[in-house]
């Protein structure tokens, strides 16, 4: 039976990589019609926007991985445009063109990525406010920006990115607000000693935005979207008191979190992590999982940047490898492990520089919307609170609708435990079912 | 040892646990409730919400009736209506051997007071435009109705509570023993003791039924549940079909709820697993019901672990080996509904001795001599 690998970014096409050359075939899946994954997504067809201008200083490893997938494309079994709706022991189920389809597996590598992390405040639900990811989307495949006079709020550095992204790309950036204190400062002190590309580059676009005189306020209380049907402003607080900016459209987002939901369907154990302040999937240094036959790599198991999930995606691919008895590069497997402990150093430098800002999400207002499926409140949740996050859930309908909790999960745990009294992690968290994203209710058993 | 003792002691805080602590409260008895898990986190806290009487065995209609006159009264009862709407349950035949069995039942509603109102082909597609060529009739019991399963059992324990009875969360009974005096029960590090016993563990009943010495051929079931996103709310009553292989609701938010098929469980960690065949072919079967649902997305799905018997048919009544223990379980996937009542009936047999509904076929030992005969062919 085959290994099938979930993911075709980074981390996946590093996989698909190492195992196509230890003579296996995988089949590669992903529901983007193409490979590269999240930060390297490839823009549709006849969409005409240099490299340089979509890829930004990590160009070269986006052409790079790109070369290497197109060359990989005759030895595995690509299914793009493919999601996987559902996982059983050794069989994953897709779906694609309205027809669900079971594809069996002796092992799978789930590379499923990450989405963005956000905050709810008092207008995020209106017309014009987008995750940094999705306003980044919109750039990188649609080639337009969010807005006339976009705003860019939240932490970490996609926060900067976007903006510099934006602003390069002759867009009017608003401001950058940065929730963090001395936000552009732990640029520096935070991971330079160790010389970690992404805090040269951090510092780069910090430089590059207050030369093009874009507004950066750092360490700032956002207190609400303003705008009737649609953004005409955002009003957040400092130490000197309220301000307020107009702007048509703002980006928001506060790191990232792992995109877990197919690890919890196949019953991998997850564990708290008091760092990035959420539940992952628990997987050993070489990706291998409680679970026969699964394998977890790259952001999808815990935020480590695109250099970490190449690198992950290779060794995990080797433990497969190895696992099917086949003869292992032992050497390329320590260099592997080596580069790992590197980024970690730096990684972890990164997570303290911009710590998620818990107490943001735990103090916002009651009339805030939490939940934006289900239009429930932050008081709604409150008054309801009971020990544990599923039983909340239960009672008020938090993370029942469309999303299932992806997006208000983590603030939701939040809100939940600073309303107990009790630390984050002792509420639990969500659990998954079965489908991970909607699928239409004319999909057709198939094969 | 340190024992708390009360008059009766309940295992399993589901909706039949939880509405017995509730009336045994009401009527001063001093109750204590031992819940695994939270209260109704089973069965109980995962359904369908269906509040259905139409298409039940005749055996539990009087029961059945019971309930429904109590969850008209629940607002008053525990402080919550708990989302329960009379919509109207309407059962779709889907061919001339089904609506015959539609129409053999309506002298089972006549003899039971249940209102029914048969629907031709004619006019329940004038009725109901939106229903699909499949369905050629209907019974329409205008009584029934739906609820919110997740705010049942919490709401019941609430209000038991407040009239002293004892909700214990997070104890998983371990042991059972009826020690000559009265019952001794462990969960964790606590004894409790009782003279009397309710076993409403739910599929788990089985178990307590077994520490003394009643063997019951009760199994796991796990009904598969799907959701939808909200659509334009178009569908007012609980749909169900003769055979019982879909079912499905709209609530006032536009979620359409729909089920059919089963799931898979492991009744050893209670949980449960959702199967995709039987969910893709819910997914049909739904649509065939109402095509317009065709375009439309599924969310979620679940399931949960209820007790199935053999006849369909629960457990209720007096323990055959055991005085002081009585038992309710093995709700075979439709005790949402009777959970109210379930409690009232409990409280009668504990505090009064007797109870009007009859019970005769609810008996414990009903399959005691298939039960021993399966043993002599494993032995
Ligand atoms: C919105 C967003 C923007 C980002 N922008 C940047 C950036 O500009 N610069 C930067 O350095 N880092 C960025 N990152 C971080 C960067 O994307 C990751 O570090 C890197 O892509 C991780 O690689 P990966 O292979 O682990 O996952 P990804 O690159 O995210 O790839 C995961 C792939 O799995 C697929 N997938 C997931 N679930 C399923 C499923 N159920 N069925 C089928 N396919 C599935 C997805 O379609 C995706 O193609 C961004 C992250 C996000 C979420
Ligand atoms: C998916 C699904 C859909 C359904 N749809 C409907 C419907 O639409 N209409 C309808 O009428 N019925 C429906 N049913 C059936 C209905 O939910 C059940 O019959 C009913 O809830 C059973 O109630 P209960 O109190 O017996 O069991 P449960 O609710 O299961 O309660 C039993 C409790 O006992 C506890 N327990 C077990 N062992 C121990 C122990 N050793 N110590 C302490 N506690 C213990 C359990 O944790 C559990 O909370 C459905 C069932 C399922 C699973």
């Given at each position: ?123 995020w639900t209106l017309p014009g406010v987008y995750t940094l990811g999705g306003a980044q989307v919109a750039l990188k495949t ?306 | ?379």
């Amino acid at each position: 039976m085959t290994v099938a690998v979930v993911g075709a970014g980074p981390a996946g096409t590093r996989a698909a990589e190492v195992l196509v050359q230890a003579g296996l075939r995988p089949v590669v899946i992903d529901e983007a019609p193409d490979n590269g994954g999240r930060i390297y997504q490839r823009p549709p067809a006849g969409f005409r926007r240099s490299d340089g201008d979509l890829y930004g200083t990590e160009a070269h490893k986006a052409q790079a991985l790109h070369r290497r997938f197109d060359q990989l494309r005759g030895a595995i079994d690509l299914r793009a445009s493919t999601l996987v709706w559902d996982v059983r022991p050794q069989q994953l189920l897709t779906l694609r063109d309205g027809r669900s389809e079971t594809i069996g597996f002796e092992q799978a590598i789930l590379c499923t990525g990450a989405m963005d992390r956000v905050i709810p405040l008092p207008g995020w639900t209106l017309p014009g406010v987008y995750t940094l990811g999705g306003a980044q989307v919109a750039l990188k495949t649609q080639g337009c920006a969010i807005g006339q006079a976009v705003a860019f709020l939240g932490t970490g550095p996609l926060l900067w990115l976007v903006a510099y992204q934006y602003a390069k790309a002759g867009a009017r950036v608003a401001a950058v607000l940065d929730t963090t204190d001395f936000a552009t400062k732990a640029w520096r002190t935070g991971g330079l000693l160790r010389g970690g590309r992404t805090f040269l580059n951090g510092l780069r676009y910090v430089g590059w935005l207050r030369w093009r005189g874009v507004r950066i306020v750092e360490g700032v209380v956002p207190e609400a979207i303003e705008g009737d049907g649609e953004v005409t402003g955002l009003r957040y607080r400092t130490r000197h008191g309220t301000h307020h900016i107009a702007c048509d459209a703002v980006g928001i987002g506060w790191g990232l979190k792992p995109e877990t939901q197919l690890a919890d369907l196949a019953g991998v154990s997850f564990a708290f992590d008091p760092v990035q302040r959420g539940w992952l999937p628990v997987r050993n240094e070489a990706g291998r999982t409680d679970i026969r036959g699964i394998y977890l790599a790259g952001d999808g198991v815990r935020i480590g940047g695109a250099d970490v999930a190449e690198l992950a995606g290779a060794r995990v691919a080797w433990a497969v490898v190895e696992d099917r008895g086949l003869p292992v590069d032992h050497a390329a497997v320590a260099r592997l492990d080596r580069a790992l402990q590197r980024q970690a150093k730096f990684r972890q430098a990164l997570d303290r520089a911009f710590p998620y800002p818990h107490r943001l999400a735990a103090g916002m207002a009651d009339d805030t919307i939490l939940c934006r499926c289900e239009a429930i409140t932050a008081g709604a949740m409150r008054a309801a609170a009971t020990a544990e996050v599923n039983r909340t859930k239960a009672l008020t309908r938090i993370g029942m609708g469309r999303c299932q909790g992806r997006v208000c999960g983590p603030a939701a745990a939040e809100v939940l435990a600073a309303a107990l009294g009790c630390p984050v992690e002792q509420v639990g968290r969500l659990r998954g079912q079965p489908p991970v994203k909607p699928i239409p209710m004319r999909t057709a058993a198939a094969g | 040892m340190n024992e708390r003792r009360s008059d009766v002691l309940i295992v399993g805080g589901g909706g039949a646990g939880c509405s017995a602590a509730l009336h045994l409260a009401q009527r001063g008895a001093r109750v204590t409730l031992l819940e695994r898990g939270l209260v109704g986190s089973q069965a109980t806290g995962v359904n369908y919400g269906g509040v259905r009487q139409q298409g039940r065995h005749p055996a539990e209609l009087p029961i059945a009736r019971r309930a429904r006159a109590l969850w008209g009264r629940l607002a008053a009862l525990v402080g919550s209506d708990c989302e329960f709407e009379v919509t109207g349950h309407l059962k779709l035949a889907r061919s001339e051997v089904e609506e015959a069995e539609l129409v053999a039942y309506l002298d089972v509603a006549k003899a039971h007071d249940l209102p029914l109102r048969m629907i031709g082909r004619n006019a329940i597609h004038r009725e109901y435009p939106w229903l699909g060529p499949v369905v050629v009739a209907g019974s329409l019991a205008p009584d029934d109705g739906a609820a919110n399963p997740r705010l049942l059992a919490p709401a019941l324990a609430r209000a038991a509570s407040i009239l002293g009875a004892d909700i214990l969360e997070n104890r998983e009974v371990t042991t059972l023993a009826h020690d000559g005096t009265g019952f001794v029960v462990t969960a964790g590090h606590e004894t409790f003791a009782a003279p009397v016993l309710l076993n409403t563990a739910g599929f788990w009943g089985g178990k307590v039924a077994a520490a003394f010495g009643e063997l019951v051929p009760v199994a796991p079931m796990s009904p598969i549940m799907l959701v939808t996103e909200p659509l334009p709310w178009f569908i007012a009553p609980n749909l169900g079909v003769v055979g019982g292989n879909v079912y499905l609701r709209q609530i006032r938010r536009g979620n359409v709820i729909f089920g059919g098929g089963r799931g898979e469980n492991d009744p050893v960690t209670a949980r449960s697993r959702v199967l995709p065949e039987p969910a893709l072919r819910s997914m049909h079967l739904a649509i065939e019901l109402v095509p317009a649902l065709a375009d439309a997305q599924v969310i979620r799905s679940w399931t949960g672990i209820d007790g199935a018997m053999p006849d369909g048919i629960p457990v209720i009544g007096a323990s055959t080996t055991t005085p002081g223990l009585l038992h309710a379980f093995g709700f075979s996937g439709h005790g949402f509904q009777l959970g109210p009542a379930i409690g009232a009936i409990l409280a009668e047999l504990v505090l009064d001795g007797h109870t009007d509904v009859p019970l005769e076929p609810f008996r414990i030992d009903r399959f005691a001599a298939t039960i021993d005969a399966n043993k002599g062919d494993n032995a």
